[in-house]
């Protein structure tokens, strides 16, 4: 798999080169191609993971919390906004998620944590650690 740019350094390679000295695709290292940085590997071992490198992919690297609550599972709800004139428009009815530090008895501490006003109600009811248990948490890497 080569793309255009790569098959035009390529065969520039070749008809440059004179006939005492012809390079082979195993002598080169690998061949830069001008799409946004991917490297294309010309060796013997060629791998789809060796050919493209993590620069080219700038979307994948910020990681943005869900919403969702950790605890009681809830997330958004998709229903209908409607108007005066019975015109309907989806939206999004989104949890109401809040950042809270709660006491956590067994580990002397308090733990931040971002939950629904649900599940808080939960915790001040049953207790962090029971609450925690049963929605499979690990209060310790927090």
Known sequence: MTTMATQGAFLRLRMTSSSKSVAKPTEL???????????ISQGPSSDVINRISLSSFPGLQPIVAR???PFTGKKANRANKVSFS??????????NLQYKKVWWEAGKRFVKLRL???????IEKNGLDAVAKK???DLRKK
């Open 29 to 39: 290292g690998f061949l830069s191609s001008q799409l946004s940085g991917l490297r």
């Open 67 to 69: 919403r969702i609550c």
């Open 86 to 95: 019975n015109h309907k428009t989806k939206k999004l009815q989104f949890v």
């Open 116 to 122: 629904s006003t649900k599940a808080l109600k939960t």
């Open 135 to 137: 929605a499979g948490i």
